[in-house]
């Protein structure tokens, strides 16, 4: 196997495995995972951190999250779209809710770990963004301001620290995409929506 394919399968196999277990990961359960003999690392990485940093940078790589919001545009009506967006990603920050820790403490040294975290960021912002510019003259603010709030109301709904009292997560896709397109106020039953709802 090739220097970086074998660099990709680790990095592959540790992912899951620190959703799972956290910086306590073995170089042994990464190793079993992936197959290879523990020495095998240790001829790819320079040491556990280092691996381990690979790894992060690639759970929180969010290319992933940006073309899935790209394959949804095609779909009609913004009510729908930013539904399979909301959904698409909280799968994804939920699957990375445990390793939220390290990119904080790895950010207050590694300028490039900050930095790829907010390329990330941008990236599915401009996605984001992207699916509501068809209906750009349906909002009051620009579809980059909207797509910022939404990342926000998303983000608070899956990270317990932000959302202290546990409302927010409770909150289904469909109610976080309401309270961005219609306010909190409760709407009379009597009211059509002129779309139908996700």
Excluded: W, Y
């Amino acid at each position: 196997m090739a220097p970086e394919d074998r660099r990709a399968a680790l990095i592959a196999a540790t992912v899951p495995l620190l959703r799972e277990h956290g910086a306590a990961v073995s170089t042994r359960q990464i190793a079993e995972a992936a197959g290879v003999a523990e020495g095998t690392i240790f001829g790819v990485f320079p040491d556990k951190a280092t691996l381990l940093r690979a790894a992060l940078m690639s759970a929180f790589d969010r290319r992933q999250a940006a073309d899935a919001l790209a394959a949804i545009g095609g779909r009609p009506g913004l009510r729908e779209r930013l539904c399979a967006a909301v959904a698409t990603l909280r799968a994804g920050m939920r699957a990375n809710a445990n390793l939220i820790a390290f990119p904080r403490e790895l950010m207050l040294e590694d300028a490039e770990f900050r930095q790829h975290m907010l390329d990330g960021r941008r990236r599915v912002q401009v996605a984001l963004a992207a699916l509501m510019e068809p209906d750009r003259d349906r909002l009051r603010r620009s579809p980059e301001a909207v797509a910022q709030m939404l990342l926000m109301l998303i983000v608070a709904s899956v990270h317990p620290g932000i959302d202290a009292g546990g409302d927010l997560a409770e909150m289904a896709d469909e109610e976080i995409v309401s309270v961005l397109l219609d306010g909190l106020l409760v709407r009379p039953s009597h009211t059509p929506d002129r779309e139908s709802p996700c």
